[in-house]
């Protein structure tokens, strides 16, 4: 369980990115955070590893308080929580296979880290990450001769192969077509739905969020002005997170699924 209790993030420039944001997501939920550029969804997901630091309130996973974690507790703690980014963040010019082990890392005895050599126990998890996927043919060859799809989906099994609880997921589906990004998605829900991982998934494109995730919370000017579930989202609902710069978007989705 994930818990927001009256959260506020400024930035060292005085931005107020989060104000008053106060949630509860619970273990293996499928969550989108949707809303503006600039409305504070990425700084409301940061938030949970630690990437950014809240400036006050309490969050708390499983009932730790994130905000007092130190050093090495923050480290095991990150173990639990995988990170998805929109630009992949791989070496491009090794392996997929070498991307995946790079999660066991901080496992490894000091020589091994050294030496760069796995046990056979890393390398069966790895293809195994790989194989969820759906890429295990792919696991012998550079990363930069993947597709965008299929980089992220390397980027996914890299997650998967430390064993995460949570997926947090910035924009994944930014930079890829719309058919690429419903394999991902697919990939995304079924990894949500077997292995009970909770996701939270920052992303723009709405009715892709509607689609999948079975929450949306969408977020206006650093403040939670919707959380629920997805086919409670209205036109009127989407106006007052988009601030009533959806007219145009809604009605196109209207007018497409009146053509199915
Ligand atoms: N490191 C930072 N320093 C100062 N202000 C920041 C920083 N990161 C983000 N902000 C500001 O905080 C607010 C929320 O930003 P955030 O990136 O969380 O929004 P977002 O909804 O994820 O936007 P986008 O969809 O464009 O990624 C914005 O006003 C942004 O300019």
Redesign the pocket.
Known sequence: MIEFKNVE?K???G????QNVNLKIGQGEFVA?I??????????I?CINRM?DITSGQLMVDNVDVTGLKGKQIRNFRRRIGMIFQSFNLVTRTTVIKNVLVSFVPDLPFWRKVTGIFTKEHKLKALEALDKVGILDKAFVRVDQLSGGQQQRVALARTLAQNPDIILA??PIASLDPVTSKQVMDDFKKINKDMNISVIM?I?HVEVALEYADRIIG?RK?EVVFDGESDKVTKHILNDIYGGQVEELKSSMEEKSAHV
Not at 35 to 44: E, M, P
């Open positions: 993030k930035y060292p420039n931005t107020a990115a989060l955070v809303g503006l550029s600039g409305a504070g969804k990425s700084t409301l940061r950014h910035d924009e920052n723009h977020i650093g």
